[in-house]
Each structure stands twice: as structure tokens, then as C-alpha cells.
């Protein structure tokens, strides 16, 4: 068979992120601190970047609060520092380029609880690269801390968790964790089920060992990202404003959370005459028209991330309504999909755009992503809030008086209310508002 060269044209996806995109989705995830940390950086790098009106915005920043702030207020919110842990772990690794664009990606795509609930074919298709390329990002991202991070559902979780673990106590504790990773991976529907007993005999293990494995699986935590958001209360500059008025809400971003820069008009000047004269050197027309194109995009950057928070504000007012006007009883189940398509946006943008963002309502300053509460079934179909049901049982447990209420009894009051939710669950949420169970409730 005789080889020949010739031109083929084949179609093929690439992950190809220009500069400027590059930049615009770096500077819609910062926070505020890190954006003016970022745009002080650009300023003292590119001489056609100039600022304006600094020392009054400076003064502005450092008091807590803009024009539309409340210092008070603004000292409760949580910072969201599970993000940022990954981010410190990913600058510390050795991964570089496309790679590591993507795995930032994806942090950035996390819920709360550190998993990832956007389908892997969706990011694909919506950064136009391969799948595979996704999944390896995704095995990377897996291997920071806390274990358990960048899980697709709970099995996933505690797998990794389960991987993530060595014995060290000989092979006792070798065959309890090989028994707890093959019921996980092999065994899951038995073991969410009601034939636990059946384990043993189904894994050919010793009922002691069995035990271990169960008692190792009930140990691993579900939620390992909801430990990195309890942090000491911090002070934070609120991005944007919610203000009620006769006719409703009014959304207002806070200026003095955003640097305010500009293109230094003495170098455009120059560049222009530089432009001109054709005595100019080249590499100084060229060292010029650079900054000025890098100049121009990130003030367009900035302007956009203005936008698109204005954007998601003005659409979680809509969703919540309920809550701004009778507070969290009346939060709604709300997931980043459904305002992406109030928006035409992809959840991951407005999982970005989210992220590490706070806003000042006539309730208080909370983080943006509080808005987003997981949703429970109801007689009605249309579901509840996990947050609305918090707000419940901790009403129902601040009413005890001669009756201390058990979690089976909460369950019991809440179902007869019309909302789907088991003993476990309310155990759960009881958990996370750090009340104490019943027994102990009893004894004071």
C-alpha cells in the first residue's frame, strides 16, 4: 500500500479560552477583596490603567460599607471558605494550563455541600470540550481536601472518603475497610435498604467485621463541604443592595465594592501620536496597544460582573419575594438552574457569579448562595425550603415548655403540616443549627 500526504479537515472540540474570556470569568468569581487586590495588581502592571477618585473609594472600603451599607449589619455575615480552600489547594499543585482552568472551573461549580450537581455532559457541551476532559478534571479536583469534595451524589462521597483512608492498625482494620468500600461500591441498595443482615453473608465476611464496616460507613460525613462555612463572623462589603419601597423592591449595586479605574489619558494621547509617527519605534507602539487592548478588557470586565450581579439579584427577588416581605418561614426551594434560565445563562455562570457575594436586604446581610435552599417534598407538589423547615423546627423547639419534643415527634408535628420529612432529616437539620437532641434538652 503506497503512502501519500494530503489535506484533511476533521472536526474536533477543544478547550480554547481566549484571554480576554479568561479574565472576564476570573474576575465574576472574586469577591470583592480579592477584585480590588486584583485590580490594584493590574494598575501598578499596566501604565494605560488608572484610578479613579482611589483615596475617597479606599475610605469608602475600609469603613465596611458603601453609601448604601449599615457597619452593624454587615459584621454577621459567614464567609464561604470551602471555595477558597480548594482555590489555596489548587495553587499549591502542580497542575498547569488547560487542566487546571478547568478544575477551578469546576470549584467554582460546587454547592455548598461540596458536591457537584451539574451533569458532567452539560459542562462539556457548554465549554465545548470533550467529557473525558471533564471527568479527568473532576478526578483531580477529588483528591483535595476535605475527602469527599467534588462528589456527584452521596455514594460517590463515601467512597472517596473510604479511598481516602489506610489502615494503620493491621489487618483487622484492613478487612473492616475492604468490607465498608465493597458494600458502598457493590452493595449500595442493600445498604440504604433494610437488609443489612444479609451483608455479611452477601460480602463473606464475619458478622464482627461487618459491624466494623457499618459503623465506619455511619461515621464518614455526607456534607463535607458544610464544616469550611463556619468560620467567625467577618466584616464584608455588601456587592449589591435590596431596598423595599411603596411598589416593592429596588436592587442597587454598591459602588464603593467595586474599583472604579480607567484608561490614563496622557499614554492613550501618546499611543495616538506614537501611531502617527512613523519615527516611533515599533516595540513602543506595540508595548502601548497591548495594555490599552489589556486595559479595555478588564474595565469591560469589571462592568460585566456589575451586570450580571445586578441580574441574579434582581431574579432572586422575584423567587423570594416570600422571604423578603414575611422572612425565612417563606423562603422557596431555589436551584441555580432555574435562575440561569430566568437569565439565559449557564448555572455555572450563576454559580460563579454567587460565589463569595453578599448582599444587604431589609433582613440582613446574607451571603447570595443563602438564597438557594434545597427543596423538600409537600403534600401540595410544589415543595418547601430546607431553610423555611430549619426555621420550624426551631420554632417548635423555642415553644417547648413541660413537653421536650423528640425528633420523631418534630417529624410527626411537620408531616402533619403537609411537608414530607423524616426523623433523620430533622436530626439533621437540628444538627446543623447546633441544638442540642432531646435528652440533653431535658436534663436542663
Known amino acids: ?17 481566549t484571554p480576554t474570556l479568561q479574565q472576564a470569568i476570573t474576575v465574576l468569581q472574586m469577591s470583592t477583596t480579592d477584585l480590588w487586590e486584583y485590580a490594584a495588581e493590574a494598575v501598578t502592571e499596566n501604565p494605560m490603567l ?27 455575615a459567614q464567609p464561604d ?19 487546571r482552568r478547568l478544575v477551578r472551573y469546576l470549584i467554582d461549580c460546587l454547592d455548598e455541600r461540596g458536591y457537584l450537581e451539574i451533569p458532567l455532559e452539560e459542562i462539556a457541551e457548554h465549554l465545548r470540550i470533550h467529557q473525558a476532559d471533564v471527568l479527568a478534571a473532576l478526578r483531580e479536583l477529588q483528591t483535595f481536601e476535605p475527602p469527599g469534595v467534588g462528589a456527584r451524589d452521596l ?31 457493590g452493595e449500595w441498595d442493600a445498604l440504604c435498604g433494610r437488609r443489612r443482615s444479609q451483608l455479611a453473608g ?17 461515621s464518614l460525613d455526607p456534607h463535607p463541604g458544610l464544616n469550611h462555612g463556619l468560620g467567625s463572623a467577618i466584616h464584608v462589603m455588601p456587592d449589591v443592595s435590596i431596598t423595599r419601597t411603596n411598589g416593592g423592591y429596588v436592587v442597587a449595586a454598591n459602588d464603593d465594592a467595586f474599583p ?11 499611543l495616538s501620536l506614537a501611531r502617527a509617527d512613523q519615527d516611533t519605534q515599533g516595540d513602543t507602539r506595540d508595548y502601548l496597544s497591548r495594555n490599552l487592548a489589556s486595559a479595555t478588557a478588564l474595565l469591560h470586565s469589571i462592568e460585566a460582573r456589575r451586570r450580571t450581579l445586578l441580574r441574579v439579584t434582581e431574579a432572586l427577588v422575584v423567587h423570594q419575594r416570600g422571604f423578603l416581605d414575611f422572612g425565612p418561614t417563606h423562603m422557596r426551594p431555589l436551584t441555580l438552574k432555574m ?26 446581610v446574607f451571603e447570595l448562595r443563602h438564597f438557594f435552599p434545597a427543596r423538600l417534598g409537600s403534600k401540595d407538589g410544589e415543595g418547601v425550603s430546607a431553610a423555611s423547615v430549619k426555621t420550624s423546627i426551631k420554632a417548635l423547639i423555642e415553644e417547648e415548655r413541660l413537653e421536650v419534643l423528640t425528633d420523631q415527634m418534630l417529624a410527626n408535628i411537620l408531616q402533619e403540616r403537609g411537608i414530607q420529612i423524616s426523623r433523620r432529616t ?16 431535658r436534663e436542663l
Not at 435562575?339 to 440582613?364: N, W
Open 1 to 17: 500500500m503506497q503512502e501519500a500526504y494530503g489535506l484533511v479537515q476533521q472536526q474536533a472540540q477543544r478547550l480554547t479560552m
Open 50 to 76: 488608572d484610578w479613579v477618585h482611589r483615596e475617597r473609594q479606599e475610605r469608602a472600603r475600609f469603613r465596611g460599607v458603601g453609601r448604601i451599607g449599615d457597619v452593624a449589619a454587615s459584621a454577621v
Open 81 to 99: 471558605t470551602l471555595a477558597l480552600t480548594l482555590h489555596d489547594q489548587l495553587r499549591l499543585s502542580n497542575l498547569h494550563g488547560p487542566r
Open 155 to 185: 455514594r460517590e462521597c463515601l467512597h472517596l472518603q473510604l479511598a481516602a483512608r489506610s489502615p494503620v492498625a493491621g489487618a483487622a482494620d484492613g478487612a473492616v475497610l475492604d468490607v465498608a468500600v465493597r458494600a458502598v461500591v
Open 202 to 218: 452477601r460480602l463473606g465476611c464475619s458478622k464482627e467485621t461487618m459491624h466494623g464496616a457499618l459503623t465506619l460507613i455511619q
Open 260 to 270: 472604579h479605574l480607567r484608561v490614563n489619558e496622557e499614554y492613550r494621547s501618546y
Open 339 to 364: 435562575v440561569g434560565d430566568d437569565l439565559g445563562l449557564h448555572e455555572s455562570t450563576v454559580s460563579r457569579a454567587v460565589a463569595g457575594k453578599f448582599v444587604q436586604t431589609p433582613r440582613g
Open 426 to 441: 430533622v436530626a439533621k437539620y437540628r444538627e446543623e443549627m447546633k441544638i442540642a437532641p432531646s435528652a440533653l434538652r
